[in-house]
């Protein structure tokens, strides 16, 4: 059994800025938050995921770690269809990943609302011989739900998005709304247990 591995955040502009002591990790999870929450994972659910990863891999002998993106998860970001710099980050944090001594552990990107965005942005900045690396993609309430994540196979991406989350139906909806529904996008954390299991049967 590996030794657990240990959460980090980034502090710079690349991304990753330290990846902790144990090159042993077996599970590592890119996370971008969503719009307003605070780094590195937010509240909704980045802390509930990575608690619902932490209990179903420590049982299959499996370590995690579980990483935020660094990005300003600013509104104007948003509505610019996910922060470009965020996206280059991510991309670069999981191109640096495979090119370091974490290459042999199993990726996974995962993104809420602007989060998601990033998710599908940084997809297309990765070549296929790394994006096709990635064992598996989550998004919850994604903007972009309608559209492919690039270069992952579908058996591989799970994007959960709730009937009445106005984020979910795109900028058309979301001034009428928004105001209306908001909250069915914050309570995603409600879904982190199967997600969990999605991502579980992937690594």
């Known amino acids: ?95 640096l990943l495979f090119t370091s001594s974490f290459r042999l552990a199993s990726i996974v990107s995962v993104g809420y609302s602007q989060g998601a965005q990033l998710v599908h942005n940084s997809a297309k900045l990765l070549p296929p011989e790394i994006s096709g690396r990635i064992k598996a993609v989550v998004t919850f309430g994604d903007p972009d739900k309608d559209q492919k994540i690039e270069n992952i196979p579908v058996q591989n991406d799970d994007i959960i998005c709730h009937p009445l989350d106005a984020i979910c139906f795109g900028s058309e909806l979301l001034d009428i709304l928004i105001i209306i529904f908001l909250e069915n996008h914050l309570d995603y954390n409600l879904d982190c247990d199967a997600a969990a299991k999605f991502i579980t049967d992937r690594v």
Not at 12 to 23: I, P
Request: net charge negative; glycine share 14%; with cysteine.
């Open 1 to 95: 059994m590996s030794s657990p591995g240990r959460l980090y955040t980034s502090e710079n502009k690349r991304g990753l800025s330290e990846v902790g002591s144990n090159a042993c990790t077996d599970i590592i999870v890119i996370f971008a938050r969503g719009t307003g929450e605070a780094a590195p994972i937010g509240d909704i659910v980045g802390p509930q995921l990575q608690a619902s990863l932490e209990k179903s891999l420590t049982s299959l002998g499996k370590s995690l770690t579980f990483a935020g993106v660094d990005y300003p998860a600013d509104l104007v970001g948003y509505l610019e269809g996910g922060s470009m710099t965020g996206s280059e980050t991510m991309a670069q944090d999981a191109s």
